[in-house]
């Protein structure tokens, strides 16, 4: 009976993962080792010229008192109100980004007319210097969050709606040839082949415009503000507390990492079909 | 080997074509005039000139010719994916081609398969074939049970298979699959675009004797562009061979093999000779230097 006979022996289950060589589990759980052993390489160098440059601690805080300063930050309920601040600009910003980048690069990509009539205005909101329209949207919106807001939108709907009008041109003729085989309406191919397919392309442009999104949010905050993460860093410089500064930049550098993390582990759940949603295993942008 | 008498009964069990044939006579497809004119940079190219042809209920009809022959191009206007420069393809008695383009209700009287399965990665097997039922916005529990029906129809275990993804699948059964989605919507016919023509020999052999299988089995009947002359004899009632630049039909040859037709038949000297008879028909529609050109 040919290939019907046993096929689950041939053709491996959801379930059964690959075979783990040696050499593969070495290369997985490198990081884990790398990465702890490298920071502690770092903060060695560090403490090193700290100590023996007794001078330097006016222009660099030893890794000891930066990491009290951390503790004390996360105890400190100001400092909390800073990072919520800095959190809903970046959140807020993101999200609109993408519904704006989605929606926009999903009728660029369906129409021509549009493309060709919107494409001057949207390389335009890119080449501008965005930081330049930063006193601005602080003159317009005030020193609250809406102007940062309106910055991390600017930043983050652009790789959306690159990624999503690619995603979408990519699509195989051969899928559009099974659509119209199969008399799909517009609206059924969008749903069942377009939208599917640019899910990876999707998932790509969030990764890059919610690390953009931060950066606009915390810009925003340090040329026209006075709450959030970026303000911290400019009263942190003009009050020469550098650790404060350095415990700042900490944060934002965990705060850019988990977002990250929850949008590429977002992989494995939306497209575990696809390569990139099979393994963690990522470039960064 | 033979797969007729132990594979299990389905509701699509319809009498063999012998018998169909008396019964039948109904036209499921006619395609009457039809030209095909390309407008390039060079100028107008004519694909395809002048085709009539007709397939009757149940029959199994092979398109044969040279690369280039715009035989792709006939079937995928028989389809509905392409539209004629002038000519009728009526199905079923009912025009394809209406002033607004292909109907849709009449579209979905005709399953198209594909050389690539065209399968969507991000859906089971189970869903990949049961996307036309989806279209059609059948109800969940009559899409389950036809796809299992369907399953069942091309030879893969439903427990098996349904919760599979393509990519766990070998070229052979992504095509069986591939053909399980374009009967599941119990289409008028089905067309065939080389379906195997990406397949090793012997799995393309096994794959074509489960095609008279299904085909038996279905009732549908089918219409297959292929560029193997053993293929084209093996499968079919008639082999329609059509001449290069412009693609013209040249002949439509009668196939008289009993059915069904087993593997030991792939020697027999009656199919070897229909075989040599159409690589003769062929050899004309190419130059001497064995260029299509």
């Not at chain 1, 940062?148 to 600017?154: G, V």
């Not at chain 2, 407008?39 to 044969?64: C, K, M, P, W, Y």
Request: aromatic share 10%; glycine share 8%.
């Amino acid at each position: 009976m040919e290939q019907t006979a046993n096929p689950a022996a041939t053709y491996p289950g959801p379930s059964s993962a690959r075979r783990m060589t040696v050499g593969r589990f070495f290369i997985k759980y490198l990081p884990f080792f790398t990465t702890p052993a490298l920071l502690a390489i770092v903060i060695g160098i560090w403490q090193w010229y700290v100590a023996s440059n007794p001078n330097s601690q006016y222009i660099l805080p030893p890794p000891a008192k930066v990491w009290d300063r951390l503790f004390e930050f996360m105890r400190d309920p100001t400092s909390i109100e800073h990072v919520g601040v800095t959190l809903y600009e970046t959140l807020v910003g993101f999200f609109l980004g993408s519904v704006i980048g989605i929606s926009l690069g999903f009728i660029i990509a369906k129409s021509q007319i549009l493309e060709r009539t919107l494409n001057p205005f949207i390389i335009a909101s890119q080449v501008i210097p965005k930081v330049a329209l930063v006193p601005l949207f602080t003159f317009w919106f005030g020193f609250n969050p809406t102007s940062k807001i309106i910055i991390a939108t600017l930043l983050a709907f652009f790789p959306l709606l690159s990624n999503v009008v690619l995603g979408i041109k990519s699509v195989e003729e051969g899928k559009h040839d099974l659509m119209n085989s199969l008399a799909a309406s517009r609206w059924q191919r969008f749903l069942n082949v377009e939208l599917p397919f640019s899910m990876p392309y999707i998932l790509t442009g969030m990764e890059v415009g919610v690390v953009l999104a931060l950066i606009g949010a915390v810009v925003g905050e340090y040329l026209g503000g006075n709450k959030g993460l970026g303000f911290l860093t400019v009263y942190a410089t003009n009050a020469f507390q550098l650790d404060l500064l350095f415990t700042v930049i900490i944060v934002l550098t965990v705060i850019g990492f988990v977002l990250y993390a929850i949008l590429a582990g977002a992989r494995r759940f939306l497209i575990p079909w696809h390569e990139t949603g099979k393994s963690a295993r990522r470039e960064v942008a | 080997m033979d797969k007729l008498e132990n594979s299990p009964p389905t509701t699509f069990d319809k009498p063999l074509p012998a018998q169909r044939g008396a019964k039948g006579g109904q036209q499921d497809i006619v395609v009457s005039g039809i030209n095909k004119i390309y407008t390039t940079d060079q100028g107008r190219v004519t694909a395809l000139e002048d085709i009539n042809l007709t397939a009757e209920h149940g029959s199994f009809i092979s398109l044969l010719g040279p690369s280039g022959c715009g035989k792709t191009t006939l079937l995928r206007i028989m389809g509905g994916l392409l539209h004629p420069t002038t000519g009728e393809i009526m199905v079923g008695g009912r025009p394809l081609y209406g002033p607004n383009g292909p109907s849709k209700e009449i579209i979905r009287e005709v399953g198209f398969v594909f050389q690539d399965p065209n399968l969507l990665p991000w859906r089971n097997i189970q869903r990949n074939i049961a996307l036309p039922l989806e279209l059609q916005k059948v109800d969940k529990t009559e899409r389950i049970g036809r796809v299992r029906e369907m399953l069942r129809l091309v030879g893969l275990d439903a427990t098996t298979f349904e919760r599979l993804y393509p990519r766990q699948l070998s070229g052979g059964m992504r095509q069986r699959v591939a053909i399980a989605r374009a009967l599941v919507f119990n289409p008028l016919m089905l067309l065939m675009d080389e379906p195997f023509g990406a397949l090793d020999a012997m799995t393309r052999e096994n794959m074509n004797l489960e095609l008279q299988n299904i085909w038996q089995k279905s009732g549908k009947t089918i219409v297959l562009v292929t560029h193997s002359l053993q293929e084209a004899v093996f499968l079919s009632d008639r082999v329609a061979v059509l001449s290069s630049r412009p693609g013209r039909l040249k002949e439509i040859v009668d196939i008289d093999l009993p059915r069904p037709r087993t593997r030991a038949m792939l020697e027999d000297p009656k199919l070897t000779e229909y075989v040599g008879y159409l690589r003769h028909k062929l050899e004309e529609g190419y130059d001497n230097d064995g260029t299509n050109r």
